[in-house]
């Protein structure tokens, strides 16, 4: 009877925990990126929320000191490889956010990352003798064991025992903290509190195709890792239970909690069926409150709301503009659009490397053409014309790119951590009403 109460006790402060932060960024968010636990693809889409100005850019420990603190507090989103000290270095009180994995699967793919030939030499975090290093030699190294536990804490050089605790208090801190051996539910329950757009997580990014799996390592070496890292195994078992009572929660807050105990019995793929439209729900309820508008521009050095894009590349000034690559056949971005007339599409493409480019506005084909070509004849101007729309106030405007035959980037000497295939890349879109474009062709024939 006890131990039922305090489980609902334990899920009541959850679900105030998770109403407290919904919708709410007010502070920094700070994203703890602790080393091969799936954290890339974390980060790149914590950026997407966030205009490229207010976010630090990936870097060391080393390199961060040399920042000024007054830029480093206006930062609205900040990750890194750095640890819990970041905080008190700064006297930042950020929303902190992080990502643990299996112990074991860890330290296998970090020693593989390093032996990886895709990786920069000059990584001061990289052993010196990676080329001839062994995984057995490489997990006895003091400098790569409980690196989780260590991140966490306040002073990494504190005996086992605190070291643990103050990693597990560090945990209780956390708006959210993710397990990439769940990572649908992690992601979930990320866009749910903060009301994002729902996404499908993608584990791709920064990782090691010929790392071997798990099954392949020799059971002594297991057991090795897993006595070495004995701290990290004891922290990751907490979290397990941790992030077991913030599951249950999040399901509560969504469907109650009878239907909650039933579906946290279930695999999550079937559960996620009847997430899926809440997420969305909150998705809507959050944007609904944008201002719609006829005309728009947006350059990619901006928050982006959608999926399967690549990071944002070159820079932003008066004459250039920030580009993305679309990394899938559909890549979309939702804009606040208001469609009680019709409006003109125009997008500003600077490559272009697949085939059979379509353009969907919710769902639904429309036909585009190529106002100004340049170079190879397929990078130019592009646009379309947008029918008008009965949901545009209580939703947005839903742009997709399809395209097929996507190819891989090769950029000879540059490290390429992101090994999705692309399909165009796209600097600038518009939107006007369309009457504007009618205008601005006439003006155009009478200068001619």
Known sequence: ??????????????????????????????????????GTSIRKFLERQFHYNDILPPMNLPVLKNIPTEEIRRLRFVSG???????????????????LRDPVERVVSEFYYWKHPFNIDDDPRKPKDIDTLTLNSFISDPAF????????????????????????????????????????QSIDMLTYLFGWRPTNFDQKINSNPSKPRIEEVDSRTIDKIKEVNYIDMSLYAKAIEQF???????????????????????????????????????????????????SLIYTFDQALSGEYWMRSEGKQSST????????????????????DIPLILRFHVKAIVSKNLKIFVDDLEVQHVQEVAIEDGKSGIYSCLLPTSSTWQKELTTITFHSENLQAIKRP????????????????????????????????????
């Open 1 to 38: 009877m006890q131990f039922k109460l305090i489980k609902y006790l334990a899920t009541i402060r959850h679900c105030i925990f998770f109403l407290i932060f919904r919708y709410t960024i007010e502070r920094q968010l700070y994203f703890l990126h602790i080393k091969k636990t799936g």
């Open 81 to 99: 490889h750095f640890n819990s000290t970041y905080r008190k270095q700064y006297e930042i009180n950020p929303i902190l956010l992080t990502i």
């Open 145 to 184: 064991t409980n690196t989780q536990a260590k991140a966490l804490a306040d002073n990494q050089n504190s005996n086992p025992n605190q070291l643990l605790n103050q990693a597990f208090n560090t945990l209780l801190q956390t708006a959210w903290f993710g397990i990439t051996e769940f990572s649908e």
């Open 244 to 294: 077991t009572d913030r599951y249950f929660a999040f399901l509560t807050l969504i469907f109650g909690i009878h239907t909650a105990k039933k579906l946290i019995k279930l695999p999550y793929d079937v559960v996620r069926v009847r997430v899926k439209p809440h997420l969305w729900k909150q998705y809507h309820r959050k944007t609904s409150k944008q201002a719609r508008k006829s």
């Open 320 to 339: 250039e503009h920030m580009w993305r690559w679309t990394a899938g056949e559909n890549a979309t971005i939702d804009f606040p659009l208001k469609r």
């Open 413 to 448: 000497g540059v490290q390429i951590t992101d090994s999705r295939k692309v399909g165009i890349a796209i600097e600038k879109i518009e939107f006007f009403p369309s009457i504007e474009l009618l205008q601005a062709t006439a003006s155009s024939q009478v200068q001619h």
